[in-house]
């Protein structure tokens, strides 16, 4: 028995995940759901936005299929009760390291671009993000200085390992499609970065097939939007890579259309969309919600080894959006559930 855990969390995660969930059944009757709370939901039922039951729940299913968590009016709650410190602490406690954020341009969205035509339709590349360290991970706090003033800090670091391991997810990564990875840092300011750097290069060693390059992140920033064909695959830290991505996203037409698979090298792996609970369309059926299917199709890939049901579900999504088949970010008038009849209906 397969067995997927479903945390849809807050705002528009359960109406996208909703969806996702039905396109992996229509793919196999066979697979057993399971639902527990998370994020901001969770808080209001437990008192806490990642319970242990929902943990649990997330070690012992072979995959997650993960929605969105948080809203503003969490905001004020002290750090560990935020909606957010769920999706840190299932990263954190299923050990996934590695996110994988592909981000193309689905032929037919060449208007749905914030940029040129012939500028976006080529845009095919994955960004490999380091997930479980980095700035977000080191101690944080705020204090008093010595004269009284308020202070906030967050410190960056990396160890050796960890970005060897990414590296390698990144390497790897460059060998199954086009052979070229981007490392971007910051290495011309930062010591985590000088480090990163370092350990990229002596990993480059063991793939002489694989041709590296570097990039300082604010070139990658304006690289990203003056020629994204250039780019393969992108390796990076967890801070640099929550941006590119959100920035690729809408090279790629919308936030609403990029997936992401979370990954701990062993074949478990937590499948959520890139983008957040979106208050402000929430409650409304206006959500897109191919990042969240085409997450089920990384699912169906990564920790089921089902790689032909995934182009399958791929396959669907292109196929509609070809059509013309359009949720509102996209231009089009389509409700968050027409778009997943669609899909469905595509898959045959
Ligand atoms: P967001 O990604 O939720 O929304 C940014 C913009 O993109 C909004 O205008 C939203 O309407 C739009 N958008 C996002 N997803 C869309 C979709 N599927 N279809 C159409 N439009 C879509 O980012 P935000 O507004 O900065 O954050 C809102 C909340 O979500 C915050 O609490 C934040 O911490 C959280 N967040 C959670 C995750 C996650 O759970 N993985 C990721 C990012 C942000
Ligand atoms: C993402 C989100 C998260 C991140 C937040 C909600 C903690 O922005 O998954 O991209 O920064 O990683
Ligand atoms: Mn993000």
Redo the contacts with the bound molecule.
């Keep these: 028995m397969t067995l997927i855990a479903v945390l849809s969390?807050?705002?528009?995660?359960p109406?996208?995940t909703a969806q996702a969930r039905r396109v992996l059944e229509a793919v196999d009757a066979g697979l057993q759901f399971e639902e527990a709370p998370v994020?901001?939901a969770a808080y209001l039922e437990t008192g806490l936005p990642l319970p242990p039951q929902t943990l649990d729940l997330a070690k012992r299913a072979d995959a997650v299929l993960?929605?969105?968590?948080?809203?503003?009016k969490?905001?004020a709650l002290a750090r560990a009760f935020?909606?957010?410190a769920?999706?840190l602490g299932l990263r954190k406690e299923l050990g996934l390291f590695a996110n994988l954020r592909p981000a193309k341009l689905f032929p037919g969205l060449e208007d749905a671009s914030t940029l040129k035509r012939e500028v976006a339709e080529a845009i095919d590349l994955i960004i490999v993000r380091e997930l479980t360290g980095d700035v977000y991970f080191g101690e944080k706090g705020q204090r008093r200085t010595e004269d009284g003033r308020r202070q906030g800090y967050d410190v960056m670091s990396y160890g050796e390992d960890e970005v060897r391991r990414i590296a390698r997810i990144g390497f790897e990564t460059a060998r199954t499609r086009g052979g070229k990875l981007c490392s971007v840092d910051k290495a011309n300011v930062l010591e985590t970065s000088q480090l990163w750097r370092d350990v990229v290069n002596e990993v480059a060693g063991d793939y002489p097939d694989v041709a590296l390059s570097h990039l300082y992140v604010d070139n990658a920033a304006m690289q990203l939007v003056r020629d994204p064909g250039q780019f393969d695959v992108i390796v990076t830290g967890n801070l640099f890579g929550?941006i590119l991505s959100?920035q690729a996203s809408m090279c790629a037409g919308?936030?609403?259309?990029l997936p992401?698979a979370a990954l701990n090298g062993d074949g478990k792996g937590m499948y959520?969309?890139?983008?957040?609970?979106?208050?402000?369309?929430?409650g409304r059926g206006?959500?897109?919600?191919?990042?969240?299917i085409l997450s089920a199709a990384m699912l169906l890939r990564h920790s089921l080894a089902r790689g032909e049901d995934a182009g399958r579900v791929e396959q669907a999504v292109a196929r509609v959006l070809a059509d013309g088949a359009r949720?509102?970010?996209?231009g089009g008038e389509l409700s968050?559930e027409a778009m997943g009849d669609r899909v469905v209906n595509a898959l045959g």
């Design positions: 969390g807050d705002g528009i995660g109406e996208v994020g901001g993960f929605g969105a968590v948080g809203d503003p969490f905001d935020r909606p957010e769920a999706i929550d959100d919308s936030i609403g259309m992401s959520e969309p890139i983008h957040g609970s979106a208050p402000d369309i929430a206006k959500a897109n919600p191919c990042a969240a949720t509102p970010d996209l968050t």
